[in-house]
């Protein structure tokens, strides 16, 4: 193997720990962000945030819609 090819291959596997890293960060400050608004809509009202399982089903859902979006980035039409 030369030294460019070797290069190629380690450019190549070395993106994988970045992307990883920056989903952790982004889902992290996702799910921080969430629970800031949950925690205001629940001061506003006076109660304890709760969830009931209504809402846990539609966010379950909402989620999953969303990593399929993610998913189909950069896909070229077919």
Request: negative net charge; glycine residues 0%; aromatic residues 0%.
């Given at each position: 193997?030369?030294?460019?090819t070797a290069l190629t291959t380690e450019v190549i596997d070395n993106w994988r720990p970045k992307v990883l890293t920056l989903g952790v960060i982004v889902g992290a400050l996702a799910g921080l962000g969430a629970a800031y608004l949950m925690i205001q809509r629940s001061e506003k009202r006076g109660v304890r945030p709760e969830l009931n399982a209504k809402e846990g089903v539609t966010l379950g859902m909402l989620v999953f819609g969303l990593l399929r979006q993610i998913s189909m980035l950069g896909e070229s039409d077919k």
């Open positions: 193997m030369s030294d460019e």
